[in-house]
C-alpha cells in the first residue's frame, strides 16, 4: 500500500495555540456565531444531537438542530442548551437558515426524501456548511445519477447542472472512505491505497476543503495538504465522525477560516480521543467520551 504521506504537512500546533487565547471579558453569544445542526431521520437522532452537544462544547454561541419532530422531547430533556426544532419539510427550515451563520448537515441525515429537500434548501443558500456522513452520499448521487430524483432536486435548487455546481469555497467535507469512494465514483480499496491522491482530488473536485477521515486523517485545503498524527482505534466507534463536524461547525461559528476550522477540528477531535483513551483504554470509547477532554484543549 502506498503511503505518501511525507508530502503532507504537520498540523501548525503554534497557530492553533494562539488561536485559542482566552476569550475578550465583555464577549458575549452574538460574537460566537449561530450553528444550525441538519439530520436526525428516523432512527438516527443520536448522530444530529451528538454533532450539536459537540458544536455547542467547541464554543459556538448558540446551536440550533434542525431534525424531525419525535426527536425533540428528548433532545431538550438530555440538553436544554441546544435548540431543537421540529422540520418537515425545506419550508420549514427557511426560517432557521435565515438565522444560522454555519450549518452542518449530514449527521443522520439519511438518504430519504425528506433528506434530499433538507439537502437541497441548505445548498441553496451561501452560509458556510460543513458536509458529511448521508450529505455527502446524497452529494455522490447528484454527481453520478443524473436521472434520479435527488440530482433533479438538486438541479431544481441550483438551478444548473447539479455536477458542475456542486462546488464551492466556504464548504468542508468530511468522507470517510466509504463515502469517499461514492463521492469519487471508485472503490474503498483504491482510496486505502493512495489517500493523499484522493483527499486532493476530493478537494480539486469539490473545492473548499476535504477531510478524508480515517488513520491519519488528511485535510486537503487548496493551498497544501495537511496530516493529522493523532487519534488512535479507540475512534472506531459509531459516532466519531458526528462529534467531528459538530466540532469543525462550532469552530466555523466562531469565526476560524475553513481551513483552520477543518485542521484544528480534526487535530482537537483526535487529541481528545487519546486523552480520553489514555484514561480508560481504547475498547469502549465513545463519540461522547471526548467532550470532556476536548473542552480542556479548547481552554488551554
Ligand atoms: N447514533 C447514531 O445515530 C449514528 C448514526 N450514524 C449515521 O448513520 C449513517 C450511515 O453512516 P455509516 O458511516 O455507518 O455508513 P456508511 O455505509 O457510509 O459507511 C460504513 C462503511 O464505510 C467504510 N469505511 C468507513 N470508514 C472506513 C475506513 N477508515 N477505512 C475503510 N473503510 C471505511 C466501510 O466499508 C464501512 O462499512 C450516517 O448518516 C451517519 O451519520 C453513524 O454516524 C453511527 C451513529
Ligand atoms: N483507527 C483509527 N485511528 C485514528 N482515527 C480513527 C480511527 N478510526 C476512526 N478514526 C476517526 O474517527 C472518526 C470516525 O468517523 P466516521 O467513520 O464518520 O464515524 P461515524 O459515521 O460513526 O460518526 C474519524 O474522525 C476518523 O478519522
Not at 431521520?41 to 450539536?52: Q, R
Request: net charge neutral.
Amino acid at each position: 500500500m502506498k503511503t505518501q504521506t511525507s508530502l503532507a504537512l504537520p498540523i501548525d500546533q503554534r497557530k492553533l495555540r494562539l488561536a485559542l487565547r482566552p476569550r475578550a471579558r465583555d464577549a458575549h453569544k452574538g460574537d460566537f456565531g449561530h450553528a444550525l445542526i441538519v439530520g436526525g431521520d428516523k432512527g438516527m437522532a443520536g448522530a444530529a444531537l451528538m454533532a450539536g452537544e459537540a458544536c455547542a462544547r467547541t464554543g459556538a454561541g448558540k446551536v440550533s438542530i434542525a431534525t424531525r419532530s419525535e426527536h425533540i422531547p428528548a433532545f431538550i430533556a438530555r440538553t436544554p442548551e441546544l435548540m431543537a426544532r421540529s422540520v418537515e419539510s425545506a419550508d420549514d427550515l427557511m426560517p432557521l437558515l435565515t438565522m444560522a451563520t454555519v450549518v452542518v448537515i449530514g449527521p443522520g441525515l439519511g438518504q430519504t426524501d425528506w433528506s434530499k429537500a433538507m439537502l437541497g434548501a441548505v445548498l441553496a443558500t451561501d452560509l458556510p456548511l460543513v458536509v458529511d456522513a448521508d450529505a455527502l452520499n446524497l452529494l455522490a448521487l447528484m454527481c453520478y445519477r443524473d436521472n434520479n430524483d435527488t440530482a433533479q432536486a438538486a438541479k431544481e435548487a441550483l438551478a444548473g447542472d447539479a455536477c458542475v455546481q456542486l462546488q464551492r469555497d466556504n464548504w468542508i467535507l468530511t468522507p470517510h472512505p466509504g463515502e469517499a469512494s461514492r463521492l469519487l465514483n471508485t472503490s474503498t480499496r483504491q482510496i486505502a491505497e493512495d489517500r493523499l491522491q484522493h483527499a486532493q482530488d476530493l478537494q480539486q473536485r469539490f473545492q473548499g476543503v476535504a477531510v478524508l477521515k480515517g488513520k491519519g486523517s488528511l485535510i486537503a485545503t487548496p493551498e497544501a495538504i495537511y496530516q493529522c498524527r493523532r487519534g488512535n482505534a479507540g475512534m472506531a466507534s459509531g459516532g466519531m465522525g458526528d462529534v467531528l463536524s459538530g466540532i469543525i461547525g462550532g469552530l466555523l461559528a466562531q469565526g476560524f477560516s475553513v481551513n483552520d476550522a477543518a485542521c484544528f477540528g480534526v487535530e482537537l477531535h483526535a487529541h481528545a480521543a487519546d486523552i480520553a483513551a489514555k484514561r480508560d483504554g481504547e475498547r469502549g470509547l465513545l463519540a461522547t467520551d471526548l467532550l470532556s477532554p476536548l473542552r480542556t484543549l479548547l481552554n488551554p
